[in-house]
T-cell receptor, first 112, second 114 residues
Framework: NAGVMQNPRHLVRRRGQEARLRCSPV?????VYWYRQLPEEGLKFMVYLQKENIIDESGMPKERFSAEFPKEGPSILRIQQVVRGDSAAYFC??????????FGPGTRLTVL | DQQVKQNSPSLSVQEGRISILNCDYTNSMFDYFLWYKKYPAEGPTFLISISSIKDKNEDGRFTVFLNKSAKHLSLHIVPSQPGDSAVYFC?????????????FGTGTRLTIIP
């Protein structure tokens, strides 16, 4: 009975590199959310996806950030040309229908 | 701009007593509120929620109170148990979004003293 899986748990990148964060939702869940937690702040909504569709990306920075949830495989949050300000914990959550959101353990991104 | 605020970063309570965690919000468009609990190295886990049409919701040892006019909610845990030691996050979502598009507070670390 696996919950939401995220990998890697820790990711270190140098400025200008790309970061790819993966999220495998609970089996059968078709709704995926990404949140970001900056230091000393609460989690903030970034994007909401269903299989192959972006439903709401109002919380995503306009540049360098993208997300996908393909028909097969995990959801991916991609950050291009990372900067120090991208250092944060990124959490993925999934849900089934109108159920509550189940969160993964997060990926801590550090940009050097 | 922190729209959901938890002004107490930490709280210590004796086992068996009541724990009261507080949360304030500034966005009047929020109408659904949740509390999550988080252990180290794990993701937040849903505890209890309340819609703005109610002022109280109870689930076992956990009760959430909502004061819309004051834009304030609180979580009461009674009696407090050692396993309740964790970080507690208050979260809110806007009108029409149910439990989606959550905005979280910064959390309160609760320590239950045996």
């Amino acid at each position: 009975n696996a919950g939401v899986m995220q990998n890697p748990r820790h990711l270190v990148r140098r400025r200008g590199q790309e970061a790819r964060l993966r999220c495998s939702p609970v089996k059968g869940h078709s709704h995926v959310y990404w949140y970001r937690q900056l230091p000393e702040e609460g989690l903030k909504f970034m994007v909401y996806l269903q299989k192959e569709n972006i439903i709401d990306e109002s919380g995503m920075p306009k540049e360098r950030f993208s997300a996908e949830f393909p028909k097969e495989g995990p959801s991916i949050l991609r950050i291009q040309q990372v900067v120090r300000g991208d250092s944060a914990a990124y959490f993925c959550a999934s849900r089934l229908s109108t159920d509550t959101q189940y969160f993964g353990p997060g990926t801590r991104l550090t940009v050097l | 701009d922190q729209q959901v605020k938890q002004n107490s970063p930490s709280l210590s309570v004796q086992e068996g007593r009541i724990s009261i965690l507080n949360c304030d919000y500034t966005n009047s468009m929020f109408d659904y509120f949740l509390w999550y609990k988080k252990y180290p190295a794990e993701g937040p886990t849903f505890l209890i929620s309340i819609s703005s049409i109610k002022d109280k919701n109870e689930d076992g040892r956990f009760t959430v109170f909502l004061n819309k006019s004051a834009k304030h909610l609180s979580l009461h845990i009674v009696p407090s148990q050692p396993g309740d030691s964790a970080v507690y996050f208050c979260a809110a979502s806007p009108l029409g979004f149910g439990n989606e598009k959550l905005t979280f507070g910064t959390g309160t670390r609760l320590t239950i003293i045996p």
